[in-house]
């Protein structure tokens, strides 16, 4: 699940977002493209791992970044431990992650996704590395001990929550990933500022990395066309958001969209020229993300 351009580690670490023009971000000509991959039902992986490895295969450098929320669902609910999700005063719904669900995630996410994604980017000819956001510390971040949820109408207070917020990115290693001819494939969890693991949005983490690396542009891929003013009618796509105003169209998104508007939120406020909330469901999701099929945030 789940910001100043200060640096910080003896510049080892970016803030995040951090301005375009941050210190080790690439020049102009040659900003990566950012890819967040959602986990949930009805995502085609290979699509997505096919279009990304053509892209790097031309030339284009790419850092990919995925969930894995279906399957983690999946893997809790056989171990005994099914997921509980929680709705914040905002509306914004959540995982609640206590030490146990914390380990069945990093097994799913860092382990079962990730190197699944490795292992198809690699057979398509892309050298392909695989980290979560604690190796390193890629995503660094405050620790959130407990979280508000809604239930029954009340508003109630869970502790023991293993959370947090994406409020550095080491721009530093992802540089020397890329640099060296690497496709990083990153995922949460990330590091809490006292190294401990936390779950932090997916979304907001691709959004810090795009911000962090001044990318060319940030693709949210989901399993839906894109944002939805009458969810989940497709008919209803909104093809444009102007940049200065998505965050109003917070209100117009739903469940876990609002992640992702805010996401998209984050990146342009942080110098990313285009987010485009695209489908990852097509036959080729990302390229058709680059030529504008979705919401583009611009």
Known sequence: MEAGGSVAGGGARVSAPAPAGARGAPPTEDRPIVVKVGGA??????AVATDVAELWVEGRRVV???GGSA???RIAEALGHPPRFVTSPSGHVSRYTDRATLEVFEMVYAGKVNKGLVERLQRRGAPAVGLSGLDGRLFEGRHKRSVRSVEGGKTIVLHGDHTGTVDRVNVHLLLLL???GYLPVLTPPGASEE??????????AAAAVAVALGAEALLLLSNVPG?????????????HVPAADVR??????EGRMKKKVLGAAEAVAGGVRRVVLGDARTATPVRDALGGRGTVVA
């Open 195 to 204: 190294g401990v693991a936390i779950n932090v949005d997916g979304d907001r």
């Open 41 to 46: 039902e009805g995502v085609d992986l290979d």
């Open 71 to 73: 399957e983690t669902n």
């Open 227 to 239: 944002l939805l003013a009458r969810f989940p009618d497709p008919s209803s796509l909104i093809d």
């Open 178 to 180: 890329l640099g060296h």
């Open 248 to 253: 109003r169209f917070l209100d117009v998104a």
């Open 64 to 66: 990919l970044v995925h």
